[in-house]
């Protein structure tokens, strides 16, 4: 260890204070800093970054069956993809699914959040009521989902329900109408809304109860404070759930494979991009890396994308209030 | 002891640099770092008298124990049986053999070992293995597990699926057991009532199971002779496709079931006069019904077509990094086992469910296939048998798949749909052939 002086003139004690040192910082600070980030970072970075810088190297190159690149092969994987129908197809599925799913969700879980706020009693037991199917598994929600309350044989739980009223049954899942739709949306929002109302309560307690009051006291409420107070104040709660909620969207995996995954198989509708990259790259008994690879790249970019225009909506009426 | 803090310090950072050490091991890729790593079913190290063998978990009772019995009988060496339970077998054997740990010796394979597994050298080749008892298996069997002059597996035995039928029910309906697909759809409407349904495939409409068979039963091949293109895109093919898709509209078609195609149980419950299932089912249905069924191969499609059915066989496949590094040992193994102990094979076929032994000079010793509806299935493996090809990969059948069901449940247009398939397929040949 090098120990040069700060000030080489001065003979103070404090000013003599070795490099090693000032590396650790007053009373081992850094030191210790390091000492608890390190495990996480060493973490995030084998199990995080590694594999997407990985996978974005090995999405220009043959890799089938092995994780090391073989053959250069430029864009090819990317031009498979982008001219495979079915890939195109998930893609543009899933912008309208998003389009659809984000506000959808989020207006539930508001609804939901500003009504709690209202409710005098029992504000605790509600809240948990609503949170509780958080807790519970994709996969075991989609089988609950697909075997009992969606299940087409007239045995299942909506087509009895359905028959004892005088309707005909409805092949719910299989394909020949877009009924399925409503099965997976309303499992989505049984699982996610529960959680994003949190989210919001805790928002909505941030807004200074001043602010309120002094609306009041204006003549304001109802419609008009909700637009002109709650609203804005939820601002940047609202911005970090409706990004969530959109890379939620693009990663649309679980419900959809366990519910309409056919032994072996998965359908052309519904098809999440992922589901449809993991059909390709890795879903059989065949491993294509590279082309996963160039998959997850188009599916980061399209995020990205939608991530930037939403931050620039929200930023916009940001400034537009300044 | 006092646990201190700094103390539970240095065990978390010790742990995690022990993941991030587990995690280069298993991330260094390729297939070259497999040997001499230990294996999670016995943790042993290198050594001539040491094999570890896989299976994926079969559902018939007694199979565990049998293989387990098996393994002990083998005298040459210390044989370890993994039995692998859960649906995703082959990617267990795929990742495994991808990630060069605690690859077993010997293993089974669906239809052999998969194009990945030979083009990659994860496998060896087991051509002399087989040697001069070739002739004594099943010549489709065979083929489907070799590639270009070499076998790269050892069937073990053959499963199949065939179409059951009441023939009572029938009966009743004054219809024939079909023999042509313009007849299935005619008798299912004709039996079916508002408590049984006419024909059964699958809660997918039938489409996963019977994919295949719209080719075969059409009268053609998946692939043409050199592997460079799809070898049914002619008209009668999109007929094919076509009556399907009007037959699954016009109610014999029944649409979902308590269980799957793949579980005997909607024909046993009654639920449907015909089901799609596979042999395994037989011993079952037979229980239930007695005399009163009877077994077809899938009908044909137009006057082109042909009756088919399909078969698959679970071979048994070299490492070629098992993990006691022990290749002259798996090969001798597996020739013991899968090519001389005709007892066990027999034993392995016959007496945990239905199925076919792969020799086919063992066939006439299996007692459930030598008479009635089970040797009714052995001559279909041999008149109409087809397995699917070795170069028809997950990408080609996921987008045939995708076509088919866009054809039959979104009515979209079948020569277009299949012209994409085509596409595809040209594009996948070409990448995959080297």
């Given amino acids: 260890m090098t120990s040069t002086p700060a000030v080489p003139t001065t003979s103070e004690p404090a000013r003599r204070r070795s490099l090693w040192a000032r590396i650790r910082g007053r009373q081992g600070r850094n030191l210790w800093f390091a000492l608890f980030v390190t495990p996480f970072v060493v973490g995030l970075l084998v199990f995080v970054y590694i594999p997407i810088v990985w996978s974005a190297y090995l ?20 031009e498979y993809l982008l001219s495979d129908p079915l890939f195109r197809n998930s893609m543009m599925t899933f912008i309208v699914f998003a389009i659809f799913i984000v506000p959808v969700t989020y207006a539930c879980s508001l609804g939901l959040a500003l009504m709690l706020d209202n409710v005098g009693r029992f504000r605790a037991f509600f809240r948990s009521v609503f949170f509780i199917p958080t807790a519970c598994s994709y996969v075991v929600a989609a089988m609950v989902w697909r075997l009992s309350f969606f299940n087409g044989a007239r045995f299942g739980l909506i087509n009895s329900l359905l028959t004892t009223l005088g309707f005909n049954g409805v092949d719910w899942l299989g394909g020949t109408n877009s009924w399925y739709w409503v099965a997976l949306v309303s499992l989505r929002l049984w699982l996610q809304v529960g959680y994003y109302m949190i989210l919001l309560i805790a928002g909505l307690n941030q807004i200074p109860v001043d602010t309120y009051e002094a609306a009041a006291i204006d003549g304001a409420s109802g419609w008009r404070r909700l637009r002109h107070i709650t609203l804005p104040q939820l601002r940047s709660t609202t911005a970090a759930v409706q990004m969530l909620l959109l890379i939620g969207a693009f990663q649309a995996f679980d419900e959809f494979y366990n519910m309409m995954s056919t032994a072996g198989s998965y359908p052309p509708y519904a098809r999440p991009p992922l589901v449809h990259l993991y059909m390709i790259s890795v879903g059989g008994s065949q491993q294509d890396l590279g082309l996963g690879g160039a998959g997850t790249m188009i599916l980061t970019a399209i995020i990205v994308v939608f991530g930037l225009a939403q931050n620039w909506w929200v930023t916009r009426a940001d400034r537009r209030q300044a | 002891m006092n646990f201190s803090r700094r103390h539970f310090i240095g065990a978390a950072t010790g742990l995690a640099a022990a993941a991030v050490l587990t995690a280069c091991g298993s991330n260094s890729g390729g297939v070259s770092t497999g040997s001499g790593s230990s294996s999670a ?75 990945d597994m030979i083009q990659q050298g994860q496998v060896v080749d087991l051509t002399d293995v087989v040697g001069d008892d070739k002739d004594k298996f099943s010549k489709p069997v065979l083929d489907r597990m070799t590639y270009q002059g070499k076998i790269w597996a050892v069937p073990q035995v053959v499963d199949m699926q065939m179409l059951y039928y009441r023939k009572s029910v029938l009966e009743k309906a004054k219809v024939e057991p079909p023999k042509t697909f313009a007849d299935l759809a005619a008798a299912a409407k004709a039996v079916k009532t508002s408590a049984m349904g006419g024909f059964f495939a699958g809660n997918d409409g039938g489409l996963g199971v019977l994919a295949d068979l719209f080719i075969w039963s059409a009268g053609f091949d998946q692939l043409n002779s050199d592997d460079t293109d799809l070898a049914f895109m002619e008209s009668n093919f999109f007929d094919a496709v076509n009556a399907y898709r009007d037959f699954s509209t016009s109610g014999g078609l029944l649409t979902s079931a308590s269980k799957d195609w793949f579980d005997g149980s909607p024909f046993i419950n009654g639920e ?95 007692s459930q296939i030598s008479d009635g509806a089970g040797k009714e299935a052995a001559d279909f493996v041999d008149k109409f048998g087809h397995a699917s090809d070795l170069l028809w990969t997950t990408t080609i059948s996921d ?36």
Avoid at chain 2, 319 to 334: L, S
Wanted: net charge positive; proline share 3%; charged share 25%.
């Fill in chain 2, 41 to 115: 079913s016995g943790g042993s190290s290198s050594g001539s008298g040491k094999l570890i063998q896989w299976y994926h978990e079969y559902g018939e009772n007694g199979v565990q124990e049998a293989v387990n019995r098996y393994a002990k009988d083998y005298k040459d060496a210390a044989v370890t049986v993994k039995w692998n339970p859960g649906s995703d077998y082959m990617k267990l054997v795929a990742t495994t053999l991808l990630s060069g740990n605690g690859i077993p010796d010997v293993f089974e394979s669906e239809n052999g070992a998969t194009l």
């Fill in chain 2, 272 to 366: 449907t006069a015909m089901q799609w299932t596979g042999l395994w089912a037989l011993n079952d249905i037979k229980k239930k019904w007695g005399d009163d069924f009877g077994v077809l191969p899938f009908p044909a499609f137009g006057s082109a077509g042909r009756q088919a059915v399909p078969f698959g066989a679970y071979g048994s496949c070299a490492a070629a990094k098992g993990a006691d590094n022990n290749v002259e040992g798996a090969k001798k193994f597996i020739k013991w086992l899968w090519v001389d102990q005709t007892d066990k094979q027999v034993d392995f076929a016959n007496s945990y469910g239905t199925h076919i032994p792969a020799r086919t000079d063992l066939v006439s010793k299996a």
């Fill in chain 1, 59 to 78: 999405s220009f190159f043959d890799a089938r069956a092995t994780i090391r690149p073989t053959t250069f092969v430029g864009l090819a994987n990317y």
């Fill in chain 2, 399 to 434: 987008s045939f798949n995708a076509a088919l069901t866009n054809v039959i449940k979104k009515k979209a247009d079948a020569k277009k749909e299949f012209a994409a398939v085509q596409k595809t397929a040209q594009s996948e040949l070409k990448r995959i052939k080297k």
